[in-house]
């Protein structure tokens, strides 16, 4: 199929087929994704009839699930094989999108948000195990800039599609923005399927597991104390989603005097970034010290978006406009940077037979940041104004310092069992 695309897409898809169908597969679960996420709180609240307390409530309650058993979840890739856990796990998220049309009420909207953060958290970790055991040490990095970037595009496509459904205000309508979601997820699970077998996971993880148990050797991800650490703070740096989706908007609207107009255009500005300078920020990351270096480069954006952002509540017109787009570019820069070094820790610092649950402790971090940094960042930023933007930078530089030593110590802690990534 590749024959027939045009050289700048396939630039854009990856420099070898594997990359290329993992690529597509991405555009295709984004594409789905973005359709549903777009129209959920039409959905959420004109459909199932929900209050907007009641939507933030089941959100919480599904994150809470996800903490509690993201690592029991990352396990099930290790025992079963993540191509196989990701291909299931995608085949009933997109089934369970259907039973969204018999929700009429809290109860079956809480049971549904926790089911599909589970679902949704064994299949990340297993897609994640999965890239990290395909591909050759130095592709790792290089091949997840590429999926990152094939995301943006299909959350792109996604909205566009949900943002048509919506313009109709018809309820009939709105009701088929969850069926479509499950069709298009339906096929990602096809295709993650058709995907080639990761090799650790075929013969070998059984008869590791046995001589595991029976050595009594501290393999878990959890014992790994330092890797728990190197999460937790990668999940600090990594709240530059919230600056993103949710501070710098609500800063724009409230605290300034730029017209809300300018948001379409930072949405756009980031997206445009994510999908044509995600492979570049990447390029050249395989080693830990590269990793490092690249969440120096991402917290050195984060901090000086927060120093530009903070002086817009005194600038007015043109100014107040060109500064609020700069400094959503340069925390855009954050999120390309932080999330290249991001894939190389996680990468590096893994077992690679507990992938699987690696990946598991990988979200607790992450699911931990985005449970307090909205209600804080917001606070700070709103409440307390300039000073507020510092003590969030001051927030992001410290996890920035404290990942050296912590990522450090992971490495020493599998180099003590002697466990070593393959080429």
Same mark, same amino acid.
């Given at each position: 199929?590749?024959?027939?695309?045009?050289?700048?897409?396939?630039?854009?898809?990856?420099?070898?087929?594997?990359?290329?169908?993992?690529?597509?597969?991405?555009?295709?679960?984004?594409?789905?994704?973005?359709?549903?996420?777009?129209?959920?709180?039409?959905?959420?609240?004109?459909?199932?009839?929900?209050?907007?307390?009641?939507?933030?409530?089941?959100?919480?309650?599904?994150?809470?699930?996800?903490?509690?058993?993201?690592?029991?979840?990352?396990?099930?890739?290790?025992?079963?094989?993540?191509?196989?856990?990701?291909?299931?796990?995608?085949?009933?998220?997109?089934?369970?999108?259907?039973?969204?049309?018999?929700?009429?009420?809290?109860?079956?909207?809480?049971?549904?948000?926790?089911?599909?953060?589970?679902?949704?958290?064994?299949?990340?970790?297993?897609?994640?195990?999965?890239?990290?055991?395909?591909?050759?040490?130095?592709?790792?990095?290089?091949?997840? !800039?590429?999926?990152?970037? +094939?995301?943006?595009? $299909?959350?792109? =496509?996604?909205? #566009?599609?949900? @943002?048509?459904? %919506?313009? *109709?205000?018809?309820?009939?309508?709105?009701?088929?923005?969850?069926?479509?979601?499950?069709?298009?997820?339906?096929?990602?699970?096809?295709?993650?399927?058709?995907?080639?077998?990761?090799?650790?996971?075929?013969?070998?993880?059984?008869?590791?597991?046995?001589?595991?148990?029976?050595?009594?050797?501290?393999?878990?991800?959890?014992?790994?104390?330092?890797?728990?650490?190197?999460?937790?703070?990668?999940?600090?740096?990594?709240?530059?989603?919230?600056?993103?989706?949710?501070?710098?908007?609500?800063?724009?609207?409230?605290?300034?005097?730029?017209?809300?107009?300018?948001?379409?255009?930072?949405?756009?500005?980031?997206?445009?970034?994510?999908?044509?300078?995600?492979?570049?920020?990447?390029?050249?990351?395989?080693?830990? !010290?590269?990793?490092?270096? +690249?969440?120096?480069? $991402?917290?050195? =954006?984060?901090? #000086?978006?927060? @120093?530009?952002? %903070?002086? *817009?509540?005194?600038?007015?017109?043109?100014?107040?406009?060109?500064?609020?787009?700069?400094?959503?570019?340069?925390?855009?820069?954050?999120?390309?940077?932080?999330?290249?070094?991001?894939?190389?820790?996680?990468?590096?610092?893994?077992?690679?037979?507990?992938?699987?649950?690696?990946?598991?402790?990988?979200?607790?971090?992450?699911?931990?940041?985005?449970?307090?940094?909205?209600?804080?960042?917001?606070?700070?930023?709103?409440?307390?104004?300039?000073?507020?933007?510092?003590?969030?930078?001051?927030?992001?530089?410290?996890?920035?310092?404290?990942?050296?030593?912590?990522?450090?110590?992971?490495?020493?802690?599998?180099?003590?069992?002697?466990?070593?990534?393959?080429?």
């Amino acid at each position: 199929m590749s024959r027939y695309l045009p050289d700048p897409v396939l630039r854009l898809a990856g420099p070898t087929s594997l990359v290329r169908r993992l690529s597509a597969q991405s555009v295709l679960s984004a594409f789905g994704d973005g359709v549903f996420l777009t129209g959920s709180a039409v959905f959420f609240t004109q459909i199932v009839g929900l209050s907007a307390a009641q939507v933030g409530l089941g959100l919480s309650l599904s994150g809470l699930a996800t903490f509690a058993l993201a690592v029991p979840l990352g396990k099930l890739s290790d025992r079963y094989g993540a191509k196989l856990v990701w291909a299931l796990s995608s085949l009933v998220e997109a089934l369970l999108y259907l039973v969204w049309l018999a929700v009429d009420g809290m109860l079956p909207f809480v049971l549904m948000m926790i089911g599909l953060g589970l679902v949704q958290t064994a299949s990340r970790s297993s897609r994640n195990a999965y890239r990290f055991d395909v591909f050759p040490r130095e592709e790792r990095v290089s091949s997840n !800039a590429y999926f990152r970037a +094939a995301r943006n595009v $299909g959350y792109t =496509f996604g909205a #566009l599609l949900a @943002g048509v459904a %919506l313009a *109709t205000n018809d309820d009939d309508v709105v009701r088929m923005v969850p069926v479509i979601t499950a069709g298009l997820l339906v096929l990602n699970a096809a295709l993650v399927a058709r995907l080639p077998r990761a090799a650790h996971h075929v013969d070998t993880e059984p008869a590791l597991e046995v001589a595991i148990e029976a050595s009594g050797e501290p393999r878990s991800a959890l014992r790994n104390r330092a890797y728990v650490a190197m999460a937790v703070l990668g999940g600090v740096l990594s709240t530059h989603q919230v600056l993103l989706n949710v501070v710098i908007p609500l800063w724009l609207v409230e605290e300034t005097d730029a017209p809300r107009v300018l948001l379409a255009w930072l949405f756009g500005t980031n997206t445009v970034m994510a999908v044509l300078l995600q492979v570049a920020a990447a390029r050249g990351i395989t080693t830990v !010290a590269d990793s490092l270096r +690249a969440q120096r480069r $991402g917290a050195f =954006f984060f901090v #000086l978006s927060c @120093g530009i952002v %903070l002086v *817009t509540h005194d600038t007015v017109g043109w100014i107040t406009i060109a500064l609020v787009w700069i400094g959503h570019v340069t925390v855009t820069g954050a999120e390309l940077f932080q999330s290249a070094g991001e894939w190389g820790l996680q990468a590096e610092l893994s077992d690679p037979e507990r992938r699987g649950e690696y990946q598991g402790v990988s979200q607790l971090g992450f699911t931990l940041g985005s449970v307090w940094a909205p209600a804080l960042y917001t606070f700070l930023a709103m409440s307390w104004g300039p000073p507020g933007w510092l003590v969030i930078a001051a927030i992001v530089l410290v996890a920035a310092v404290l990942i050296h030593p912590a990522a450090r110590a992971a490495e020493r802690h599998l180099a003590d069992q002697g466990i070593t990534q393959p080429a």
